[in-house]
């Protein structure tokens, strides 16, 4: 059964699913969608339109949904998708898409920490961390499994790629690459998230082989273009160079050096 303390408010316009709790002082706007077995522990404010999957947990004074912060934003229908079994921790902030129809997106698994922010038009993948005041400027990408440190800011358009840690107090301007550590205001990139990538059941042989490509991307005269050709010309193919280097090559700001 849903469970609606009596001092919250829901928006009859608001679509709420079986088994999800709603505790006090929680406002639900018109237009938003809450999947089953969501917790909204209190003094949560929800607004639409946003579609918000199973299983998540808003822990008290998440503000999720509102109008983007785009000064361009002048009240068109943007929207919010949030995927399943996420938690977001004390006063996380989302917002909505800029333009019409416009998408922000957060996928399932993710753990968001107090403070945290992920603005207007970003794309979040699956099984990331957030920490303390881990934040994202908007049209921002970050791929599955990666860790934004605590006091991090990512300017408007960069990418984080898959399995790339951010240490804390860390200035991003540039795309991160996947599965490197990227640490120092301003950063730089310190080597693999090889302790990250052994945990999550890497192979030794796809370790390694990252090892090698950061030695030429990071440790040699080469640049960018030239590192990626010695990585296709001397470290055997796999998954998950072509992952990086497809990255790399489809940077439009640049990766961080």
Known sequence: MTAIHPSAV???????????????????????????????????????????GAGNTFFPYCSIGQRSQDLKYSGEPTHLEIGDDNSFREFCTVNRGTVPGAVTRIGSHGNFLAYSHVAHDCTVGDHVIFSNNGTLAGHVIVE????????????????????????????????????????????????????????????AADVRSLRDAYRFLYRSNL???????????????????????????????????
């Open 144 to 203: 599955e499994h990666a860790v934004i440190g605590g006091l991090s800011g990512v300017h408007q358009f960069c990418r984080i790629g898959r399995h790339a840690i951010i240490g804390g107090c860390t200035k991003i301007v540039q795309d991160v690459p996947p599965y490197m550590i990227a640490d120092g205001n301003p950063a730089e990139i310190r080597g693999v998230n090889q302790v990250g990538l052994e945990r999550r059941g890497f192979s």
């Open 223 to 257: 640049n960018v273009n030239q590192a990626c050709e010695q990585i296709e010309a001397e470290i055997q193919a796999s998954d998950v160079l072509a992952h990086l280097l497809a990255f790399i090559r489809s940077s439009q700001r640049g990766i961080v050096r």
């Open 10 to 52: 829901v928006d009859p316009a608001a679509a709420i699913g079986d088994g999800t709790e709603i505790g006090p002082f929680c406002h639900v706007g018109a237009g938003v969608e809450i999947g089953p077995g969501c917790r909204l522990i209190g003094h949560v404010t929800v607004a639409g339109p946003s579609k918000i």
